[in-house]
Each structure stands twice: as C-alpha cells, then as structure tokens.
C-alpha cells in the first residue's frame, strides 16, 4: 500500500473490465437510468453498486448483475456519501477549474472506501490523509476517469463502455493505497484519518 502506479492501475482495471464486460455494461446501464430516473438522488447509491460489482470482480467472486443494487442495502450511508462528494468537488469551482480538479480528485475514492464499510465523513478524512501523500496519483486517476466519462458522453452509447472501465481503473488506484482489508485498520498513521470529516450516517 502506498504511492499509486498508474500504469499497474491501467492495466489492472482493463483486465476486470475484460473479463467481467457483460455484467458491468448492464450494471452500468442500470445505473444510468435509475440515477436519472430519481433525478440524480440515486447516483450515490447505484454507483456504489457498480463498485459492489467490481470489487466482486478484482476478488475472483462472480460478477452479478444485480449486485448493482447492493448500495440500497446501506441507502443513507450511500445517499449522503453521494451528496457529500458532489458538495466537495463543488467546492472547488470558485477557482475553476483548477480547484474542481483538486476536490474531484479528493474524492476519487469516497464511494470506494465506503463500499467496504466506511462512513461518509470517515471516508472523506481517509481519503485527505492519503491524498495529501500523493497529490500527483489522485489527480493522475481522476483525469483518467473524466476523460473516459468525458468520452463515452460524445459517442451515443459509449458511456456504458467507458464508466465501468473508468471504475475498474480507480478500484484497481484504490487497492493500491487501502488495499483489500478494512481501509481503517489499514491507515498507515493516525495522519491518515484527521480530519475525520462530516459525521454522516
């Protein structure tokens, strides 16, 4: 656990991506339209399925289809994790895009580490002890990932190919700096949770 390498993530991702296609294409096509259906309410909740998926995945478990409803099993915590990480990348939008760079790669990892049980403030303070580390691997990962959402959203269709693929590339990031176990037990140094963030459920 440490530094993230990003072509070890590339290649990683892809090979998930490859390996478990069918069920991830529908899985995200499922999330799409539930989250748009609500509106946005459920994008929290559905991408955590998504990631549900794809942990199942880079495990060697099968991959479900309707695990991509797992996040409605923790619906607040997943619900206002979701809030929380559109409020932060928001918040950097009074420095343009420089700053929205910086908040969205600060919450690369929230629905990630909230998947394996963190709260979404406790996620929030793991991921600044770790980002303040590598600055550098966070932005590298989130770019990769909005680029690809970039992508899939100019081609018709595309985006159901290109946002499970981005999500495979961040879980594999992601594995690299918590690695597999509980992220809480696995914090380098009491740095890495402070600050602890919003209480939220």
């Not at 390996?19 to 559905?46: D, E, Q, R, Y």
């Not at 809030?83 to 939008?93: H, N, P, R, T």
């Not at 002890?129 to 100019?154: E, P, T």
Request: charged share 10%; aromatic share 12%.
């Amino acid at each position: 656990m440490g530094r993230i390498d990003v072509g070890t993530a590339l290649s990683e991702g892809w090979a998930v991506f490859m390996k478990n296609m069918g069920p991830l294409i529908v899985g995200t096509l499922l999330m799409v339209l539930f989250s748009l259906m609500s509106f946005l309410l459920l994008a929290g909740v559905m991408s955590a399925g998504l990631f549900v998926m794809i942990r199942n995945g880079f495990a060697g478990r099968p991959v479900e289809i309707t695990d991509v409803f797992g996040g409605f099993q923790h619906f607040c915590r997943f619900f206002w994790g979701g809030m929380l990480a559109f409020l932060v990348a928001l918040a950097g939008l009074p420095l343009c895009c420089v700053g929205v760079l910086f908040t969205g790669a600060l919450v690369v990892f929230l629905v990630p580490l909230m998947v394996q049980g963190c709260g979404p403030g406790e996620a929030l303070g793991l991921s600044w002890g770790r980002f303040r580390k590598d600055v550098a691997g966070f932005l590298v990962i989130f770019l990769i990932q909005y680029g690809l959402n970039l992508a899939g959203g100019m081609v018709a269709f595309a985006t159901v190919f290109t946002t499970p693929l981005g999500c495979c590339i961040v879980y594999a990031a992601y594995r690299q700096v918590y690695g597999d176990d509980d992220p809480r037990v696995s914090a380098a140094s009491p740095e890495d949770v402070a600050p602890r963030g919003i209480p939220l459920p």
